[in-house]
């Protein structure tokens, strides 16, 4: 399977994500190999998450919901978060050992 479409099916799973009051404050950019988590800070909610700490939960949430759904495909995974916590990027390959390994940074 190419990777994009890999990605799509992971990213649909993750929309799936529990998010804070159900605010899904999340957008996705799928590339070739890669999805890319950006939070949304226009559906933060201000009464209850003024410091984004809801914001960043939930974009969290999602983010693991991402890597398990590519893990149960059997692909490894990469993890990068920017230094803002407002963007992560996920990239996959397909490991011939069928073992899915996680990796953060």
Do not use: F, K, Y
């Amino acid at each position: 399977m190419s990777s994009a479409p890999d990605l799509a099916a992971a990213v649909t799973r993750a929309l799936c994500a529990p998010s804070v009051h159900n605010t899904q404050p999340w957008r996705w950019r799928i590339r070739t190999a890669a999805a890319e988590l950006h939070a949304d800070p226009r559906r933060q909610l201000d009464a209850t998450g003024p410091d984004r700490r809801d914001l960043v939960i939930s974009c969290g949430a999602a983010l693991h919901h991402l890597q398990v759904a590519l893990a149960a495909r059997d692909l490894a995974v990469d993890s990068t978060a920017c230094p803002t916590l407002r963007t992560a990027t996920i990239s996959h390959r397909h490991d011939p050992a069928r073992t899915a390994r996680h990796h953060c940074r």
